[in-house]
């Protein structure tokens, strides 16, 4: 009876090891599909951030190259500006060079009219006042003459530069801050 007891007990404990064996085999293999589960997930996760990342970089690069050619236009544009005012400013100074010149030869005329009318043999029978002599009219409107071509000359190289680089900076700061419209004339 021992013997069949311990049979039972035998046989009872075998068929619990090998129900326990069955459970942990399928738990096993439960866990080892969602391990593959869990896998292919984290693959598919990483392959869509990798794409993302990917997308990401070329709309930066997309974005850097627009940046790099907005400056490149920007750049050109104050380029531009600069040339366009230096050679307004080189146009001014000749015109400013030949008026010079006109005034210069105005001034000479002056001086030979002045001299004509200084000239001694003029009527000298006329009664001296007293006081100081007066200088000769011709004389005094060739120095008036001469002062004024002077300052004139001055002002117009100043307006005329002044103009210039003024008209280079609105270019310029239009070129820059609306840079879908091209620059003021």
Avoid: F
């Amino acid at each position: 009876m021992i013997d069949r007891t311990i049979s039972y007990i035998l046989g009872a404990m075998c068929v619990g090891l090998a129900v326990t064996s069955g459970m942990l085999a399928w738990e096993l293999n439960v866990a080892e599909r969602s391990e593959q589960r869990m896998r292919a997930t984290l693959a598919t996760e990483r392959a869509e951030r990798a794409q993302e990342r990917e997308k990401l970089v070329a709309e930066a690069l997309a974005a850097s190259e627009a940046a790099r050619a907005l400056e490149a236009r920007w750049r050109a544009q104050h380029t531009e500006v600069q040339t366009d005012a230096q050679a307004k400013i080189r146009a001014a100074a000749a015109d400013a060079a030949r008026a010079r010149s006109a005034a210069d030869s105005l001034q000479r005329r002056a001086e030979i009219i002045a001299a004509q009318c200084a000239n001694p043999q003029r009527d000298s029978a006329a009664p001296a006042l007293g006081g100081a002599a007066a200088q000769d009219p011709g004389v005094v409107l060739a120095n008036l003459l001469r002062g004024v071509a002077q300052a004139a000359g001055e002002l117009a190289a100043v307006a005329d530069a002044r103009g210039a680089a003024g008209t280079a900076c609105e270019r310029a700061y239009d070129a820059i801050s609306a840079p879908g419209r091209p620059p003021a004339q």
